[in-house]
């Protein structure tokens, strides 16, 4: 580990629909160091998908709006590069895991087809070499190299997502952007998958932007966290500062919204109230109709993040003022 | 006492084109008033067509079913229709549980109007009451599923299973499509009303962390059988069957550092189509042996504590005779 592969500064995205603007991602700034796998948590709406979309420029083109910022990937602004450029690097050096390998994958093309499609792609090689490679692909993520010739829906939900895995993994990208790669599947499957992810990213060293809302995986998984709320980084710090000593009310009212199987508490304490409406956001601190700590200062005007230890950023007033 | 729900024997089979599929096979339980038993397992394990055919919502194959005492396994017409108000049932999904063209206020009168027997200004006082007890605002009444967020949808769903007063409710899944800071609230709900109403739960899901929490007994069940039940906490102290233990250690633990060791089960769940008589876990489990292909049978370990293993002593270093753990 060591210079930042993936660095994403102040990135504002809205998306404009017929009767209003929707907010999605407000402001954002993180970087990802090479080899690095980073934990972007957050609920439903938070923009953790929409971030992930700007990084690759997929972003439906009609009704998103990048307002503002940069992504820098190996130094280039990704946002300044034009279509064709970055056709070179979708693919190649930044892959991306959707959630739902039911339809992440083409039912008409067979998979082997649809691995070697992307190698193929990116590198000038033969069509024998390109299925040769595919097939090692399967095997790597557990698939025998046989199963080459079947089609997506000659395997169940688990298999899928290896698919999926192999095929994003076929050009040896050195981001991976995994969108809840693991959601869609039964516990004792997500382990499997999440085991041959980890060794994988040992094997390859590639950096991996993980999307998830369960701390379970990202605690297995990640070396640091950035906790996403209404469209902000609300919390940032390396995987033992986030579970060990999470500062932003918000972080600390998802840890005590989950069940734990470690403890016998009689009554979960859930977060009061819902997520703002991302069309009309608060002036103040987004979290603030929430938070149990919330004062004047804090819906007056929104909170910057403060570096409250190397590494551990928190946007709240409160733990500014070390109240808290 | 006479438990609340007895059911023996319980079997569901589908006839398909490759055979016929045992969904539920020779699942027995009981359920005590005011408890709520958990039942969990992965997609297919037949976790959910239990709870349908406890329900009546699609019939036993094979099996009985006792409520109160009485035996329930083929209701009348005129018995199902009286059944249906002691027995409800809360979906998954909020989101297609629910008719779309239908406000808040009449999803919830629904239920009432169906009953019968009551003014339409008492039934529109109970309806408010209902909301009231969920948590649904009043300014809701008249909007649509559509313009509620998945927790509030959820809680007409609690809202509609709860207008007829009834005694137990299967909850299958009722949180699963939720964010958790929302699920925590509707979890919460449910225990409050359960301790209000005295209601019976049969919880079918299968995140554990939400089973432990919730649940007086587990039942893990693998391919249409019961492969352990206990009391909650038993459960997760004194794991015995293999299969129990390996689903236990997958779950994805939010603790930093997290020093448990996983069991990884090699392969995917085999066919529920015409299986073999044998252990059904056979195929993906570590200690395999020529006797796991004997039928297995349930055995109370200790109290209320049962496993369907034929080497659960062997594995756990359980001595014949003594019911105690050696130390390795």
């Known amino acids: 580990m060591g210079e930042n592969l993936l660095e994403i500064k102040n990135l504002s995205v809205e998306y404009h629909t017929d009767d209003a603007v929707v907010y999605a991602v407000n402001n954002i700034s993180f970087e990802v160091k090479k080899g690095e796998s980073i934990g972007l948590v957050g609920e439903t709406g938070a923009g953790k998908t929409t971030i992930a979309k700007s990084v690759l420029g997929i972003l439906p083109q009609l009704q998103a709006k990048i307002k503002s910022g940069e992504i820098y990937f190996e130094g280039n602004d990704l946002l300044k590069l034009s279509e064709k450029e970055m056709q070179k690097i979708r693919g190649n050096k930044i892959a991306m895991i959707f959630q739902d390998p039911m339809t992440a994958l083409n039912p008409i093309e067979t998979v082997g087809f649809q691995i070697a499609e992307a190698i193929k792609r990116h590198n000038k090689i033969k069509r024998q070499e390109a299925r040769e490679r595919a097939e090692d692909m399967l095997e790597m993520v557990g698939i025998p190299g046989e199963r080459y010739r079947d089609y997506p829906h000659e395997f169940s939900g688990g298999m899928k997502q290896r698919v999926v895995i192999a095929m994003a993994l076929a050009c040896n990208p050195e981001l991976l952007l995994a969108d809840e790669p693991t959601t869609a599947l039964d516990v004792t499957i997500q382990a499997q998958v999440l085991d041959m992810m980890r060794n994988l990213r040992q094997k390859l060293n590639t950096s991996v932007v993980l999307i998830t809302h369960d701390f379970g995986v990202v605690a297995d998984f990640c070396d640091s966290v950035a906790v996403t709320y209404a469209g902000e980084i609300v919390e940032r710090g390396s995987v033992d500062r986030i579970f060990n000593n999470p500062k932003h009310p918000y972080t600390q009212g998802l840890f005590e919204s989950i069940p734990r199987l470690d403890s016998n508490e009689n009554r979960l304490k859930p977060i009061k109230g819902l997520m703002p409406d991302p069309t009309h956001l608060p002036e103040g601190c987004r979290f603030a109709e929430r938070c149990p700590y919330a004062t004047e200062e804090c819906t007056a005007a929104p909170p910057e993040a403060y570096e409250i230890e190397p590494g551990h950023f928190v946007k709240c007033f409160k733990v500014k003022e070390g109240e808290k | ?328």
Do not use: W
């Not at chain 2, 055919?53 to 005492?69: A, C, M, Q, S, Y």
């Open chain 2, 1 to 328: 006492m006479t438990p609340l729900l007895e059911v023996k024997n319980l079997k569901k089979y589908f006839k398909t084109a490759g055979g016929t599929l045992h969904a539920v096979d020779n699942v027995s339980f009981t359920l005590d008033r005011g408890k709520t038993l958990g039942v969990v397992g992965e997609s297919g394990c037949g976790k959910t067509t239990l709870g349908r055919t406890v329900l009546h919502l699609t019939n036993p194959t094979d099996g009985e079913i006792f409520f109160e005492g009485n035996n329930i396994t083929n209701p009348s017409k005129h018995e199902l229709k009286k059944l249906r108000e002691d027995m409800q049932i809360i979906f998954q999904d909020p989101f297609s549980s629910l008719d779309p063209r239908m406000t808040v206020s009449e999803a919830i009168m629904e239920p009432l109007l169906l009953k019968g027997g009551m003014s339409k200004d008492d039934m529109r006082e109970q309806t408010r009451k209902l909301m009231d007890t969920v948590g649904l605002a009043e300014r809701f009444e008249h909007s649509y599923p559509h313009e509620l967020d998945g927790g509030r949808r959820q809680r007409i769903g609690i809202a509609r299973a709860l207008a007829l007063e009834p005694k137990f409710i299967v909850c299958d899944e009722p949180v699963s499509a939720l964010d958790v800071s929302i699920q925590a609230q509707v979890i919460n709900l449910m225990l409050d009303l359960q301790e209000e109403r005295g209601l019976t739960y049969m919880f079918v899901t299968h995140d554990l962390s939400v089973v432990k929490y919730i649940s007086d007994d587990i039942m893990v069940m693998y391919l249409g059988q019961v492969v352990e039940k206990a009391p909650a906490e038993e459960l997760f102290q004194n794991t015995l069957h293999p299969y129990s233990k390996a689903l236990l250690s997958a779950i994805a633990v939010p603790k930093y550092p997290n020093d448990t060791k996983r069991i990884l089960i090699e392969g995917e769940i085999t066919s529920p189509v015409d299986p073999k008589p044998g252990c059904r876990f056979m195929a993906r489990c570590r200690y395999a042996c020529e006797e796991c292909k004997n039928p297995q049978r349930l055995v109370e370990h200790a109290p209320g504590h049962f496993v369907s293993c034929c080497r659960y002593k062997e594995i756990n270093n359980i001595r014949e005779n003594k019911e105690e753990k050696v130390n390795e």
